[in-house]
Structures are given as C-alpha cells and as structure tokens.
C-alpha cells in the first residue's frame, strides 16, 4: 500500500509540473505574441523620411512625359 502511496504523490507532483511548465509556455507565446502585435503595428505606417519622395501631383510628370523619357513603358 505504501507504494501505491507514493507512486500516486509522484504522479501529482508530475503532473503539477507539466502544468505549470504548460502555463508558462502558453504566457510566453501570449506576450511574445502581443509584442509581436505592437511592433507590426508600429512599423506599419510610413515614417517622415518616406513621405518626402511621394509626389505631390502639382510637379509630376503626367504618363505621356514619362513614357517620351523611356520609350520601353508600354501602354
């Protein structure tokens, strides 16, 4: 009986382990995830350094100017 006894409080002892081992595991790909999450977001919009080579419409050439500047476009 006293066998029994202790291969049953192994057997907890075990299994409380896995568990808490299970739950750290899962807090960690949550946070990893999370931040994860931030840094995409934060990285998704155009930084200040981009936005100055966007064309402001009023000095762009049109299509026609561009394709007499390459004649390989194709329309």
Do not use: C, T
């Not at 990285?43 to 064309?55: I, T, W």
């Not at 049109?62 to 476009?73: A, H, I, M, S, Y």
């Amino acid at each position: 009986m006293k066998i029994a006894e202790s291969v049953a409080r192994l057997g907890n002892k075990l299994l409380s382990l896995i568990a808490v081992l299970l739950i750290l595991l899962l807090f960690s790909y949550g946070a990893y995830s999370l931040w994860d999450i931030y840094r995409i977001n934060n990285n998704a919009f155009v930084s200040d350094s981009l936005l100055r080579y966007k064309p402001d419409g009023i000095h762009s050439p049109g299509f026609d100017e561009l394709r007499k500047q390459n004649p390989d476009v194709k329309a």
